[in-house]
T-cell receptor
Framework: NAGVTQTPKFRILKIGQSMTLQCTQDMNHNYMYWYRQDPGMGLKLIYYSVGAGITDKGEVPNGYNVSRSTTEDFPLRLELAAPSQTSVYFC??????????FGDGTRLSIL | GQQVMQIPQYQHVQEGEDFTTYCNSSTTLSNIQWYKQRPGGHPVFLIQLVKSGEVKKQKRLTFQFGEAKKNSSLHITATQTTDVGTYFCAGENSGGYQKVTFGIGTKLQVIP
C-alpha cells in the first residue's frame, strides 16, 4: 500500500517555465488537497477536491491550476513559474474534510 | 478571516522534561487536528478533537480542546529524542473543508 505518492521529489525551474506536480493515492479517498509550505511556516491550502470532477480554490490559488479526472490522481500545474512559488508542495488525501495522509513532498526552486 | 496562533514558535527541552504547545483560534472551531512533522519530512496526522473540553491521550501525548472550542494544547510528558520535530495544529471552522487553517507550528528540540 503506497499511500500518497508525489513526483518529482525535487525540481529547479527557470522563471516563466511551466510544470506539473503529480500526486496519486491508492486508498480510494474522495478528498484530496494541495498545500505549500514556506520555510518556518505552516501549510497553506492551494486547491482541494472532494471527488473526481470537482475542484475548488483554497487560500492561495493564484498561479496554480488543478484537475481531478480520476479518484486517484490530483495533479497541480504551474503555468508561469515565479520566484514566489519556491516552496515545498505537499499533496494529501483523506476520507473526510480533514487531511490525514500526506505525500513526501516536492521541493521546488524557481530561479 | 480565521487565524490560528500557535505558541511557542520554538522550544528546547532537556530529554525527560515535559513540553507543551498551545493553539488559539480567533473564531470558534468545529474541530481541531494535530500533526507532527519531522525535519525534512511530511506532516503526520496525530489526532482530531471535536468535543468541547475533550481530552485524549496517546501514550506520553495529551491533547486538550478548550471548553469554548477556541483553544487547544498538546502536552508531552518526559520528552524523548524521538519527539523532535514541528508540531502543528489545524483548526476547522464551521464553514467546512476550505476553512481548515494551520498554525505556524512549534519546533521542538530535545537535548539528550
Amino acid at each position: 500500500n503506497a499511500g500518497v505518492t508525489q513526483t518529482p521529489k525535487f525540481r529547479i525551474l527557470k522563471i516563466g517555465q511551466s510544470m506539473t506536480l503529480q500526486c496519486t493515492q491508492d486508498m480510494n479517498h474522495n478528498y484530496m488537497y494541495w498545500y505549500r509550505q514556506d520555510p518556518g511556516m505552516g501549510l497553506k491550502l492551494i486547491y482541494y477536491s472532494v471527488g473526481a470532477g470537482i475542484t475548488d480554490k483554497g487560500e492561495v490559488p493564484n498561479g496554480y491550476n488543478v484537475s481531478r479526472s480520476t479518484t486517484e490522481d490530483f495533479p497541480l500545474r504551474l503555468e508561469l513559474a515565479a520566484p514566489s512559488q519556491t516552496s515545498v508542495y505537499f499533496c494529501a488525501s483523506s476520507y473526510s474534510d480533514m487531511p490525514q495522509h500526506f505525500g513526501d513532498g516536492t521541493r521546488l526552486s524557481i530561479l | 478571516g480565521q487565524q490560528v496562533m500557535q505558541i511557542p514558535q520554538y522550544q528546547h527541552v532537556q530529554e525527560g522534561e515535559d513540553f507543551t504547545t498551545y493553539c488559539n483560534s480567533s473564531t470558534t472551531l468545529s474541530n481541531i487536528q494535530w500533526y507532527k512533522q519531522r525535519p525534512g519530512g511530511h506532516p503526520v496526522f496525530l489526532i482530531q478533537l471535536v468535543k468541547s473540553g475533550e481530552v485524549k491521550k496517546q501514550k506520553r501525548l495529551t491533547f486538550q480542546f478548550g471548553e469554548a472550542k477556541k483553544n487547544s494544547s498538546l502536552h508531552i510528558t518526559a520528552t524523548q529524542t524521538t519527539d523532535v520535530g514541528t508540531y502543528f495544529c489545524a483548526g476547522e471552522n464551521s464553514g467546512g473543508y476550505q476553512k481548515v487553517t494551520f498554525g505556524i507550528g512549534t519546533k521542538l528540540q530535545v537535548i539528550p
